[in-house]
């Protein structure tokens, strides 16, 4: 099992910067696909970015552009560089893992991942 720790939430106005980190920690196997899920009150969880062993990256539409996922392997740690935030982009924000494939059509799924971070919450303010 993978055990995921999420940092880097806070509160920001809109057009600021934040990048949340995701440390992982368990055996992640050669084949993986991790990726940033955000939750705002009253919504259901949405897939906003994926990355897998193959460096493919995945982003939901209205983060294109302004969202850059990464992971850096030798750090164990995932990361969601977001730019240019806006008060719609307020929710909790999870990492998920997914260690035994690569992403494929079902990256924005809940159901394609299997382990999760318990969250952190960014306000983004107008």
């Known amino acids: 099992q993978v055990q995921l720790v999420e940092s880097g939430g806070g509160s920001v106005q809109a057009g600021g910067s934040l990048r949340l980190s995701c440390r992982t920690s368990?055996?992640?196997?050669?084949?993986?696909?991790v990726g940033w899920f955000r939750q705002a009150p009253g919504k259901e969880r949405e897939g906003v970015a994926a990355i897998d062993n193959l460096a493919t990256t995945h982003y939901t539409g209205s983060v294109k552009g302004r969202f850059t996922i990464s992971v850096d392997v030798a750090k164990n740690t995932l990361y969601l560089q977001m730019n240019n935030l806006k008060p719609e982009d307020t929710a909790m924000y999870f990492c998920?893992?997914?260690?035994?494939?690569?992403?494929?059509?079902?990256?924005?799924?809940?159901?394609?991942?299997?382990?999760w971070g318990q969250g952190t919450l960014v306000t983004v303010s107008s």
């Open positions: 998920a893992a997914n260690p035994w494939r690569a992403c494929d059509s079902t990256w924005a799924r809940t159901t394609a991942y299997g382990d």
């Open positions: 368990g055996y992640v196997y050669n084949w993986y696909c």
